[in-house]
């Protein structure tokens, strides 16, 4: 299985604009340990908020806005755009984390974890705060720059209604008739694939490409965000480790009802459709009943199909990278982002 | 004791006016059960989500906002900017009651204890980029609406910081170098006076006013902030019940360190001043352990002391509100809003 590392070497040059233009953010904040809260989970200060060089994500959302910027000519124009994205990316995994009880991240101890559940809410919401500042300033570079801001907020508010249905689907029974494949794709469409979208558009939208270059960006990030969210359900439920080969099982021992399990549950037969639900009504599953469900799952090859809808998207993503007014070299180099970011299992 | 709501009587027509464009936003947003738990909160929606019209705060903040606008001549221009306010101080609520654990505000269950934490902080995310997208609207009205969201969103900010600073306040012992009253003061000034700051100073910048008469707005928010927040203080410890008689010693009980209990601390002899931090540093305070607190405050006149201070601000905020170039009534109505902030105990 490829690291979710690799995605940067497709990018180095990008990928450390984007840091150094983040480290110089933090740089610049207030002198207040809650902006050195943030500055850890950045990356850029370690677990007693001195400074360091820790590993602080992908910065996948940003590169690709900075390196599509660069392209159409534009690139310190979308480098404080590319940083707000960055900025709401980390802000909405801050919440995340103190939501889903997740104590690390990125291998390092998550913001509520290492300063309480108070600070992480707290400092989520300034470093939300920053991003809007950081967005008002960048539109007063033109009318693009101020479409590109409305934009940029209108995306980051559909990331939350995704969270929003997130909770609905989580809180649901597999069987209700509001837990469906259409339902889990509208909610993955909102909290990832939207903001990857705000990533391609947004460049397009601030160096004034034509409506049908926006949409090409909009169709690659909208398939790449669909695809990279349900091959992260297939390795969560199908995935072993490298060191033990065993499973863990991620998603199913949460229960989550994610694409599989109702791409299995719409198609079983009733015996195995109640089977399937009876586990997940249970109060916890052992790894034997994790087995069982992935051996339902296996049985109508489940796993096959996911990758076939997985290809598809792959497939759409690069066809509309190849349709995209840029070089060859360009367009084949956003064709290696989406095979980077979706590992075989 | 003058109840809060008295401020409204002051100014219904410009509450009445908040209300209605708070109700209207509400209308336009998606239809997501997550906006009617904002619009709830509001005072828009009932417990069941339902259309309904109850008590959702004082309005105070949007409501002096618009009143300065008014009179100023931009009642239009300045109504997004009151709404985005009223919003902004709103989240800040939804996600203060989370950390709090607050169950009940304006006799309401809060956002977290009637539809769970995880929707409580992604509630208040929307919110806030509610906010966002209605200050970057606002902002295309011209370089003083675009100063105007540059310098909200710089105040929303020091409010977050002011929330951090009360966490660090909370958690350390009285005793520590870093309790004292000019901590203390400067975590109200970020967290409550600066958002009052924001109400008048904004209605200046907005409406382009002088930077002399910018300054007045200034000195009166800052001074009325501080001395309703020093006057909320010295309730939460003295105040008794209206139907009891008894006092419920509300901030003493959670062995809050705001200012009555810090100055007591900074002006008591050794054996007292030791005795009231052994009792600040016991696990519980028994009804009889806040009486000895409350003595040892009132044996050298904490109260009357806090009575002086609060006085001060107050005398401060209204001479500034009369050095105004507004009329006799508009001036007289600012001073009629400090008195209805500040109740007697």
């Known amino acids: 299985m490829q690291s979710p590392g690799d995605v940067r070497n497709i990018t180095p040059f990008y990928t450390s604009k984007i840091d150094a233009h983040l480290q110089h953010v933090f740089a610049s904040a207030p002198d207040l340990p809650m902006y050195d809260h943030l500055a850890y989970f950045m990356g850029f200060k370690n677990e007693q908020l001195q400074p360091a060089v820790v590993y602080g994500g992908k910065r996948f959302r940003s590169s690709l806005l900075l390196m599509l910027g660069d392209w159409y000519g534009q ?5 404080p755009f590319a940083g707000a994205l960055e900025l709401y990316h980390n802000f909405t995994l801050i919440h995340d984390d103190v939501v889903d009880k997740d104590t690390h991240r990125r291998g390092r101890p998550t913001v509520w974890h290492l300063f309480g559940h108070d600070h992480a809410i707290n400092d989520g919401d300034a470093q939300l705060l920053m991003v809007a500042e950081i967005l008002a300033t960048a539109a ?3 009318a693009a720059a101020r479409e590109t801001q409305h934009f940029f907020l209108k995306q980051f508010r559909i990331v939350v209604e995704g969270q929003y249905l997130d909770f609905e689907l989580t809180n649901a029974m597999l069987g209700d008739a509001a837990v469906n494949r259409a339902a889990y794709k509208e909610m993955i469409r909102c909290k990832t694939a939207e903001l990857i979208v705000a ?3 947004g460049a397009g939208i601030l160096t004034g490409q034509s409506e049908a270059e926006c949409q090409l960006l909009k169709t690659y990030a909208h398939s790449l965000g669909m695809a990279y969210q349900m091959c992260d359900d297939v390795v969560s439920i ?3 480790s490298e060191t033990t080969g065993k499973r863990n099982y991620g998603d199913v021992k949460e229960k989550k009802k994610t694409l599989p399990i109702l791409f299995a549950y719409e198609q079983l037969a009733t015996a195995e ?3 399937l639900a009876r586990l997940y009504s249970q109060a916890g599953l052992s790894d034997t009943d994790c087995e069982t469900v992935i051996t339902l799952l296996d049985n109508i090859d489940t796993k096959p199909a996911m990758e076939i809808s997985i290809n598809e998207y792959a497939t759409k993503a690069k066809t509309a990278a190849q349709a995209l007014t840029l070089t ?3 367009k084949d180099t956003l064709c290696s ?9």
Request: charged share 15%.
């Open 75 to 79: 690139l310190e124009a979308v480098l």
């Open 140 to 142: 007063q570079g033109g």
């Open 199 to 201: 990533a391609a558009q």
């Open 238 to 240: 199908w995935a072993t």
């Open 273 to 275: 459709k109640q089977q």
């Open 328 to 330: 060859v070299d360009q």
């Open 337 to 345: 982002v989406v095979d980077s970011l979706l590992p075989k299992v």
